[in-house]
Antibody, heavy 121, light 110 residues
Framework: QVQLQESGPGLVKPSQTLSLTCTVS??????????WSWIRQPAGKGLEWIGRIYASGSTNYSPSLMSRLTISIDTSRNQFSLKLTSVTAADTAVYYC?????????????WGQGTLVTVSS | QTVVTQEPSFSVSPGGTVTLTCGLSSGSVSTEYHPSWYQQTPGQTPRTLVYNTNSRSSGVPDRFSGSILGNKAALTITGAQADDESHYYC??????????FGGGTKLTVL
């Protein structure tokens, strides 16, 4: 059974960098069948796709976040990570990591439980 | 910039049928966008219902079905039940590695 678990600080000061890690169990981030994704959801609002990374390190980012965003992968630890710089209150959200299946089965599945990150001084 | 559109809210009577849609602010949704649908109840993680337009995820009841209706992707719930009351989100693959979610539909069963 594949499981994803987000971890990282729950509170980040404005203008600082938000850093989160997703640890994958039951599957390998080296697999060529998936991309590994980040998605966020502000309180009471909808889902926003942030970006994704492949085992090779190839990435795709949301155009609206691209200038502040870095997603990386650590195959030795079976993890992938997100760094978002120069955060503001608008970046306060529950952050989810998810596996994105390829081929004819494009979908986000499974999802991590999500972690709340609050941007506040 | 293209936006993925969904009805903000919808209501259905128990046992009734409802169709939620997923469109584009500019253009039409086709199977090439590989629409997928997710159900999220408050405080919970999204659950995959349908992917690749009309494939049901494992364990999803067959009262949930996906399709393309006109120029939009659609999720139809036939025989709605009380526990179908949730938020529903669609996701589209826009190409070039980019995915986008719709704003979500809050479904009320009453």
């Amino acid at each position: 059974q594949v499981q994803l678990q987000e971890s990282g600080p729950g509170l980040v000061k404005p203008s600082q960098t938000l850093s989160l890690t997703c640890t994958v169990s039951g599957d390998s981030v080296r697999s060529d069948s998936y991309w590994w994704s980040w998605i966020r959801q502000p309180a009471g609002k909808g889902l926003e796709w942030i970006g994704r990374i492949y085992a090779s390190g190839s990435t795709n980012y949301s155009p609206s976040l691209m200038s502040r965003l870095t997603i990386s992968i650590d195959t030795s630890r079976n993890q992938f990570s997100l760094k978002l710089t120069s955060v503001t209150a608008a970046d306060t959200a529950v952050y989810y990591c998810a596996r994105f299946l390829l081929g004819g089965n494009l979908r986000f599945d499974p999802w991590g439980q999500g972690t709340l990150v609050t941007v506040s001084s | 910039q293209t936006v993925v559109t969904q009805e903000p809210s919808f209501s259905v009577s128990p046992g009734g049928t409802v169709t939620l849609t997923c469109g584009l602010s500019s253009g039409s949704v086709s199977t090439e966008y590989h629409p997928s649908w997710y159900q999220q109840t408050p405080g919970q993680t999204p659950r995959t219902l349908v992917y690749n337009t009309n494939s049901r995820s494992s364990g999803v009841p067959d009262r949930f079905s996906g399709s393309i209706l006109g120029n939009k992707a659609a999720l139809t719930i036939t025989g709605a039940q009380a526990d179908d009351e949730s938020h529903y989100y669609c996701a589209l693959y826009m190409g070039g590695g980019i995915s986008m979610f719709g704003g979500g539909t809050k479904l009320t069963v009453l």
